[in-house]
C-alpha cells in the first residue's frame, strides 16, 4: 500500500491504493462520519484480485487538510470524490460506502451514474433516517457545546462510537484513531463544522431517484445497529431495483471492521455480478 496527498479543488486529500490491476473495475471505499480510511484496514487485503483499490480520507478526516469553509455536505464531499477520481484518471469505478458514505455513494450513483459500475453500501444513510437522536441534540446545542472544553465533546463523542462495536476492545483501539484529528482545539471546530454539515434532506432529495439507479447494488447491514436500523436497508433494498440484501449478525454499526471476511465475500460476488 502506497499513501498519497493529491490536491482536489485546493484541499489535499489523503488516500491509498492497493489491489492489483487487471480486468476488473477499479474499487472506491468511502468511510462515514467520524471515521476515515482506517475502517478499511482489514477488507483491503481480502479483497478479489484484478482490482485497483482506492481508499481515502474524506475532507477534514483522518490525514486530509481540515474542513475551513469548505462545504462539508453529501454534496461537497462526493464531488470532491469525483475530482480525485479525475485525478486518478479513474473513468468509473465500483463504490463502496459506509455511513455518511453510504449516502455519498448513493448520491454518486443518482447524479454520475456513468461513473459507477456497482454500487455498495454498508450500513448507510438514507431517507430522513439519521442521524441519530443524540447528535440532532448534539447539533441543536451547537452554540454552547462549541465553546465547551475538547475533552468534553471528544468524551460524548467516545461514548456514543462505543455503541456502534459489538467488540469493545476494537471499538477502543479505533476509536482512539478515530478521534486524533479532532483532540486539538481546531479540530474541535473542524469536528462542529462536521456535526452542522448532516443533514438527511440531502439523501431526502435523492430518494425518489434511487430507483433510476441501474448499477448493480448490494446493501449490507449489521443486525444490531444502534444508529441506523436494519429496517433503513431493507428500505433501500425496496427503493433499488434487483439490489441484495445481506444483514450481517452478531455485529452493530461498523461492520467492515467487525466482519471483515463476510464483507469481503459479500463484495467478492457482488464484484462478479
Not at 41 to 70: A, I, K, T
Amino acid at each position: 500500500m502506497r499513501g498519497e496527498f493529491v490536491d482536489v479543488g485546493g484541499a489535499r486529500l489523503y488516500y491509498y491504493a492497493a489491489g492489483t490491476r487487471g480486468a476488473g473495475e477499479p474499487i472506491v471505499l468511502i468511510h462515514g462520519f467520524p471515521t476515515s480510511s482506517h475502517l478499511w484496514r482489514d477488507v483491503v487485503p481480502l479483497l478479489p484480485e484484478g482490482h485497483r483499490v482506492v481508499v481515502l480520507d474524506l475532507l477534514g478526516y483522518g490525514r486530509s487538510d481540515r474542513p475551513l469553509d469548505r462545504d462539508l455536505s453529501i454534496k461537497g464531499h462526493a464531488e470532491r470524490v469525483i475530482g480525485l477520481l479525475d485525478v486518478l484518471r479513474i473513468s468509473y469505478a465500483s463504490i463502496v460506502g459506509h455511513d455518511l458514505g453510504g449516502g455519498i455513494a448513493q448520491y454518486l450513483a443518482v447524479r454520475y451514474p456513468t461513473r459507477v459500475a456497482r454500487l455498495c453500501l454498508i450500513d448507510s444513510v438514507a431517507f430522513d433516517d439519521w442521524p441519530t437522536r443524540q447528535v440532532k441534540l448534539a447539533r441543536a446545542t451547537l452554540p454552547l457545546t462549541r465553546h465547551l472544553p475538547t475533552t468534553w465533546i471528544l468524551t460524548a463523542v467516545r461514548s456514543e462510537l462505543e455503541r456502534g462495536y459489538a467488540e469493545e476492545d476494537r471499538g477502543a483501539r479505533s476509536i482512539d484513531i478515530y478521534i486524533r484529528p479532532f483532540c486539538q482545539p481546531e479540530g474541535r471546530e473542524a469536528l462542529v463544522q462536521h456535526l452542522e454539515a448532516l443533514d438527511p434532506q440531502e439523501t431526502v432529495a435523492l430518494a425518489p431517484r434511487l430507483k433510476d439507479i441501474v448499477a448493480p447494488t448490494a446493501i449490507i447491514h449489521g443486525a444490531h445497529d444502534p444508529f441506523l436500523p436494519p429496517a433503513v436497508a431493507k428500505k433501500l433494498h425496496e427503493a433499488i431495483p434487483n439490489s441484495t440484501l445481506d444483514i450481517i449478525h452478531d455485529v452493530r454499526h461498523f461492520v467492515p471492521e467487525e466482519a471483515p471476511e463476510t464483507i469481503a465475500t459479500i463484495l467478492a460476488r457482488w464484484l462478479a455480478r
